[in-house]
């Protein structure tokens, strides 16, 4: 009796031939199991707005409009002042970040305020994300900034102002974000640049 052993490319070819079945039965359209989504529903998901602002909807309000929604809306987790939780704190905090207990909020570490925007509308409230109208959110943000200190509780925040409002903690990120009319789309960090002197 002759015992021979299989060659390694004999091994291969149907290995090969079934790894080349099982990419293309994944890649074919016959699972009959959901749909393509509408357009209507990418534009819903597709709702990130980015620190130039461009994805905002139009809309606007006052921290004093504001503060009426908080009470009815967002006091419950974040607390009457947005200090006392249980959700995590919205305010204060500025200073604390080289400390052995920063607090991480809206005024103390978030760098844009277009950020404090798309996070309440997003997510806020609870349970109910995504539900405030665009003015409501505009108000909601109002609010946060005058609470830390940011604007004036009179101020009028749109997609004009809220662009224009500078947080505290914007040139707290290394290497700084490269703003877009200065550099190209190839720009790449140099993780040895010397930090900007702070003015």
Not at 20 to 28: I, V
Not at 46 to 72: R, W
Not at 102 to 115: K, Q, Y
Not at 133 to 148: F, G, I, K
Request: with cysteine; net charge positive; proline share 9%.
């Amino acid at each position: 009796m002759l015992c021979t052993t299989p060659s390694k490319s004999s091994l291969l070819f149907p290995v090969m031939a079934l790894l080349a079945c099982s990419t293309a039965w994944a890649q074919s359209p016959t699972y009959k199991v959901g749909r393509p989504p509408t357009e209507a529903e990418l534009r819903a998901w597709d709702n990130v707005v980015g620190s130039e602002g461009k994805e905002l909807l139009p809309g606007s309000g006052t921290a004093k409009e504001g503060a009426k929604i908080y009470a009815a809306k967002c006091a419950s987790c974040h607390g009457q002042t947005g200090q006392e939780g249980p959700a995590p704190r919205i305010r204060g905090g500025r200073g604390t970040l080289n400390t052995p207990d920063p607090m991480l909020t809206v005024g103390s570490f978030w760098p844009f305020a277009t950020t404090v925007w798309d996070y309440i509308s997003r997510t806020m409230p609870r349970d109910a994300e995504g539900s405030l109208s665009a003015d409501e959110v505009y108000s909601l943000t109002a609010l946060l900034l005058y609470w830390n200190d940011i604007i004036k509780e009179s101020d009028v925040i749109d997609t004009k102002s809220l662009l224009q409002v500078r947080m505290p903690n914007r040139d707290g990120f290394y290497p700084p974000t490269p703003e877009a009319t200065t550099k190209n789309s190839n720009w790449k960090p140099n993780w040895n640049q010397a930090r900007p002197a702070k003015q």
